[in-house]
């Protein structure tokens, strides 16, 4: 069995999307290993790339084209100054020329090597195509981007079926049942049956340190948010509102640090209200970051990157001020198993399946990571993410403008909510009773992913991205 890791479905990465900006930029890493791998990349005179499907109608609204130039720059999204990344793209739009991983100048003319192909290529809705010139003759590569920044070539035979990382888990899960099965045999909870997986391929220390790094990243971008007052990029001149929010709701309590401000909100006494805003805000805070090109954690995917932090929040800041670093670990770990499982079974894709495949996904991990930390049972954390994407079901993908703001930031802040809500839901409910099983669910939405006319899959050819002029905003 093909596995997939948390650290798979929860990566670090630049912003506005998984799909459009990530694998992007993963995939132009990819084919410069294939080049060195094949001993031709010293042989490179130049460079065209060609994006297909969703990737060309939405691209420019997603810096595509960006992701490309930094990708092929040899430039690392996990680590690259988010602040310098304008300038590097004027450079290479001035000299029309790019340092090739960093290590040789090539022509490269922006507005003439990347061309934006309206057609769908067959495999994916996400296709891109590298060619080079090599001794006279053109050598092509293409890739796919399939969500949650999740690369693959098109040998695979089915693009829902294809995972980074290939290994034997000693715990092996398709489906809920199976995952349930194994709490069961091992009378476990979820989050220590994904640990063993996990242990499997890498050691509790880096496991730790690596999940204490996403958490970190989460914690700075939601700051990030909360701290940054002024319009987003892009044209539809939409104005951030995580900082006006916060700067209601904090008070005057003093910090200076990401660390000391989650300290300091969790002091500050809050009513159901109160409570709502501030999940809003968190979620708010973490798209808007997003949206202008920041550093973010997929959760699954970019375009989703608000809900999970803004419910993990909510848990330290209002359920438990007693919260640690193992509640972190362990809803972490929930989170990407229940996401891993939507992937395998249906997708996380909008290009594939609508919004429904992120927000719908993301509600889910995060109700069910909530409801294991508070004291739900696996059957009771499974109910609760079955609430979550049953009511996210046929959720259509239409950014105006291709632009991953409206109504996309919104939708990560109802999407929390909902989120909680499920958990409560759940964490009430007995398991035995229940009509509609996770797994049920699941492969609903595939279902439904497959009926959603393509219109309706990150295109911007439908809904709110026709209704509503760009003029108009």
Not at 90 to 103: D, G, M, P, Q, Y
Request: glycine letters at 8%; proline letters at 4%.
């Amino acid at each position: 069995m093909e596995c997939i890791s948390v650290f798979d479905m929860l990566k670090i990465g630049v912003g506005p999307s998984s799909s459009h900006t990530l694998g992007p930029w993963r995939a132009a890493e990819r084919w410069i290993l294939e080049l060195k791998a094949n001993n031709t990349f010293d042989k490179i005179a130049d460079i065209q790339v060609d994006l297909y499907g969703s990737l060309s109608l939405t691209g420019k609204g997603h810096a595509t084209d960006y992701a490309v130039m930094l990708g092929l720059c040899g430039l690392d999204p996990e680590t690259i100054p988010t602040e310098n990344i304008p300038e590097i793209i004027s450079a290479i739009k001035e000299t029309n020329t790019l340092s090739f991983n960093a290590e040789k100048t090539v022509s490269f003319n922006p507005s003439e090597d990347i061309t934006f192909n309206r057609k769908f290529l067959p495999f994916h809705s996400n296709g891109m195509t590298f060619t080079a010139s090599i001794d006279g003759k053109k050598k092509k590569s293409t890739f796919y981007s399939i969500g949650g920044g999740f690369v693959v070539k098109e040998e695979r035979k089915n693009a829902k079926k294809n995972f980074e990382i290939k290994c034997s888990f000693p715990y092996p899960i398709d489906k809920g049942t199976e995952l349930l099965q194994f709490c069961k045999d091992l009378n476990l909870p979820i989050s220590q049956v994904v640990l063993e997986n996990e242990k499997s391929i890498r050691s509790t220390e880096d496991i730790d340190k690596e999940l204490q790094r996403i958490w970190d990243t989460m914690l700075e971008c939601m700051y990030l948010g909360c701290h940054t007052e002024g319009n987003l990029p892009g044209g539809l001149n939409v104005r951030r509102r995580a900082y006006d929010m916060h700067q209601k709701l904090k008070g005057e309590k003093p910090y200076t640090t990401h660390v000391e401000w989650l300290y300091s909100i969790r002091n500050t006494e809050v009513k159901f209200r109160q409570i709502l805003k501030w999940v809003s805000c968190f979620a708010l805070a973490v798209n808007e970051v997003n949206a202008s090109l920041g550093r973010v954690v997929t959760a699954p995917t970019n375009g989703s990157a608000g809900v999970i932090p803004a419910v993990l929040m909510y848990y330290l800041v209002i359920e438990n001020h007693d919260g640690n670093f193992e509640d972190i670990k362990r809803f972490l770990l929930v989170a990407g198993e229940i996401g891993s499982i939507f992937k395998k079974g249906a997708t996380i894709s909008a290009a594939m399946g609508g919004c429904q495949a992120e927000i719908g996904v993301s509600s889910a991990m995060a109700a069910g990571a909530l409801t294991e930390l508070l004291g739900g049972t696996p059957e009771q954390v499974l109910v609760a993410s079955e609430i979550a994407m049953e009511h996210h079901l046929g959720l259509t993908c239409d950014p105006i403008g291709g632009l991953v703001q409206i109504p996309c930031i919104e939708r990560n802040a109802m999407g929390a909510i909902k989120a909680i809500n499920a958990a409560e839901l759940a964490l009430d409910t007995d398991p035995n009773n229940v009509k509609v099983p996770f797994d049920k669910v699941v492969a609903t939405m595939w279902e439904t992913a497959k009926d959603m006319n393509t219109k309706y899959k990150e295109t911007s050819e439908g809904g709110l991205a026709v209704s509503v002029n760009m003029s108009d905003c």
